[in-house]
């Protein structure tokens, strides 16, 4: 165990503070999961299956558990909501596969239970999926093919516990014999890898935002609406905020508390602005509240402002992705960071799992060809709650502060609107910002921040 230690803080930790500027070391306060007597046995295992690095492969350098990519207090740099504070997450690296870096950045997990498809390109239809999907994958040290051999370790992990790791309150066997009323030497190993999923996607849809954000007080305080009415859209929901926020201004009834005052006023209007040459953020049609996300897919131009910036600009315009007809999906090379030495490989994100006949994406009448080209580049809106602790933002994990970002999706728009994005999302063409929206939009961005500390 001490062994392990030391390797995630040679590999992790170190390069880490050596890397960045804005890493502040502090305590670490620690989680006793088994001390939490008041919560179902389901959770608490859960928990401690979510945290023990021992499933990951053997064969790798770095283990590994679902919280090395989660984490939330268990590192001294500080506070994270469920995300870890990687461009891209490390993986292990091995003789056959020598990569340190996963595909993408590690989004937060709160409120991830209530997401239709999982993961930034949607690969996953559940959690159980997911957790089955991560405990046999790349995140795990694990290479393709070995599924079958990650899952028998999986199981000789859990027989042969002896009460360790994080969280133990007995061996996994007696765990489980409480939690499912199972022995784990007489079922088959699919079943116990289906009460693993179980357990851990049970924990996992515990994760929630708690809704107390400053933003949420301001709103609640003026009587603004949570989340849209049923069947109305992000547009909608914003330009029926704004009017009730009107009529409060003009009233002079408009309460401010601190954290929301009238620089994160002016920043919540841009935000959901949707239409309009100045100040029109239009962020609200695909950061819907609660959550400030709509949960679908979109191309926001991020895949290819990365893929051009080693290549060239207009080379990911150039590029030759083949027809529904003749695609094979999941695609290695199109499931792939972008590598300077070989222009073949991209990332196109939902493209490589959309589901061409069932999505609830393809619009009517709209051939598959025509729907998987749409499809290029698209990936899941993250939620905006928390951002103060999910940096580096977007899924290639370049931009760590809001101004970036900002600046990012401005310049994307006006790309868009010179038809220079390769199937660039139509909501693109309606934002309108400029560095003068930067101050207040960062102030409203803010105002989403809950106080982790409070515990979760």
Not at 52 to 78: I, V
Not at 111 to 134: C, I, N, Q, W
Not at 204 to 217: G, I
Not at 418 to 435: C, F, G, N, T, V
Request: glycine share 6%.
């Amino acid at each position: 165990l001490m062994l392990k230690k030391a390797i995630l803080f040679i590999f992790l930790i170190i390069p880490a503070i050596i890397l960045s500027d804005r890493l502040i070391i502090r305590p670490v306060e620690g989680r006793n999961i088994a001390e939490k007597k008041d919560r179902p046995a389901i959770l608490r295992l859960g928990e401690r299956l979510f945290r023990d690095d021992r499933f990951s492969t053997p064969k790798g350098d770095l283990p590994a558990s679902c919280s090395t990519c989660h984490l939330l207090d268990e590192d001294p740099q500080g506070l994270r909501a469920y995300a870890d504070f990687f461009n891209r997450s490390w993986v292990s690296s091995r003789i056959l596969d020598p990569r340190r870096l996963e595909l993408r950045n590690s989004p937060t997990l709160f409120d991830v239970g209530e997401m239709e498809r999982l993961h930034y390109d949607g690969e996953f239809p559940s959690l159980e999926a997911l957790v089955k999907g991560t405990l046999s994958g790349r995140p795990m040290g694990w290479l393709p093919g070995e599924e079958p051999a990650a899952f028998d370790h999986v199981l000789k992990v859990l027989i042969n516990d002896r009460a360790e790791g994080p969280g133990a309150a007995g061996t996994y066997r007696e765990e489980f014999r409480k939690t499912f009323n199972v022995d784990l030497e007489k079922i088959d190993r699919d079943r116990a890898l289906g009460l693993v999923a179980k357990a851990i996607a049970e924990f996992t849809r515990t994760l929630k935002t708690r809704k107390d954000s400053a933003y949420d007080k301001f709103a609640l305080l003026n009587g603004l609406d949570a989340s849209p009415a049923v069947g109305e859209d992000g547009p909608a929901f914003g330009q029926k905020t704004i009017a009730r926020l009107t009529r409060l201004e003009q009233n002079k009834t408009l309460k401010f508390i601190p954290g929301f005052g009238q620089t994160e006023l002016d920043g919540l209007k841009i935000f959901l602005r949707t239409e309009g040459e100045n100040s029109t953020g239009n962020c609200v049609a695909c950061h819907t509240p609660p959550n400030f996300t709509d949960r679908s897919f979109h191309n926001k131009g991020i895949s290819q402002r990365e893929y051009d910036k080693l290549h060239g600009e207009g080379r990911f315009a150039a590029l030759v992705i083949p027809d529904a007809s003749t695609s094979v999906r999941p695609s290695s090379q199109f499931r792939e960071i972008p590598s300077p030495s070989n222009p073949a490989l991209v990332d196109l994100g939902h493209w490589n799992f959309v589901d061409l006949k069932q999505s609830p994406l393809r619009r009517a009448g709209e051939s598959d060809d025509a729907f998987l080209r749409r499809m290029i580049g698209t990936f899941k809106t993250p939620t905006l709650r928390n951002l103060a602790h999910t940096q580096p933002y977007f899924h290639d994990g370049l931009y760590h502060k809001f101004d970036e970002i900002l600046e990012e999706m401005r310049l994307i728009s006006e790309m868009a609107r010179e038809s220079r994005i390769r199937q660039a999302d139509e909501e693109l063409l309606k934002i309108r910002i400029s560095k003068a929206d930067f101050k207040p939009l960062s102030a409203f961005l803010d105002s989403l921040n809950e106080d982790l500390r409070r515990g979760y």
